[in-house]
């Protein structure tokens, strides 16, 4: 399909056809959730659930794509569905309009390949991380706080998020309320969160695992930690 004759110096028709077969479940539709479900799409990933029950609002439109003027106060996640349609018709979008809990994650994840926290909550992060490793699937996570973000990939059994967030750390607000969220940070992240996802999905490449990969754009400082 001319659709991704793009992607073929860098995916094989092998890798295609596993891309456009499985399932990526992505929490949240704002800054980060928006750009990692765009590019899924646009690479060619056959089935996106795409989780959120918030809405747009003005101070949205800064950075997150899916919002623009004439969506605020709408679904993130039916709009993010909406968008995708006109993108890439050949995927399914799974618009799920629905806040992450103890009681529903189990339901809402099982059946994926691959998570991605596109969380702005710590404590939603660890549900979404517990419920992953019970159910054997791997998790891509992502922050973003003003010029910083960060990219880890966590598969079933790693504490890497444990390390990241102490107890004691994992209550009130995110460092993101008192940093703010420029329009540039949440497609850098992204992007590193999706390239993690297409290579779990083809197996091939090195993964950001044990690791945090820490950039600080203020800076101009990218850092590869090792826990």
Not at 99 to 126: C, K, P, W, Y
Not at 178 to 196: C, D, K, M, T, Y
């Amino acid at each position: 399909m001319k659709r991704y004759e793009r992607n073929m110096d860098s995916l094989s028709i092998a890798d295609m056809n596993r891309l456009n077969h499985s399932k990526v479940c992505v929490i949240g539709c704002g800054g980060l959730g928006g750009y990692v479900v765009e590019m899924l799409g646009r690479i060619g990933v056959g089935y996106i659930t795409a989780i959120d029950g918030d809405v747009f609002d003005e101070t949205n439109l800064n950075r997150q794509i899916v919002c623009h003027t004439e969506n605020i106060s709408m679904s993130k996640a039916n709009e993010t569905k909406k968008r995708m349609k006109l993108v890439n018709p050949h995927i399914q979008v799974n618009a799920i309009e629905t806040m992450i809990t103890e009681s529903n994650v189990l339901t809402l994840i099982q059946g994926h390949d691959v998570i991605v926290d596109a969380l702005d909550n710590i404590q939603t992060r660890f549900i979404v991380k517990y419920a992953a490793e019970k159910l054997n699937i791997p998790m891509v996570h992502g922050a973003i706080a003003g010029f910083y973000g960060q990219v880890a990939t966590i598969l079933p059994g790693d504490d890497i998020l444990d390390l990241l967030y102490p107890p004691n750390s994992r209550m009130g607000e995110g460092v993101e309320k008192r940093l703010g969220n420029p329009s540039f940070i949440p497609p850098l992240i992204a992007s590193i969160q999706v390239a993690e996802v297409i290579k779990l999905l083809t197996q091939r490449g090195k993964l950001i695992r044990n690791k945090v990969l820490f950039i600080d754009l203020l800076n101009s400082s990218f850092d590869l930690v090792t826990f």
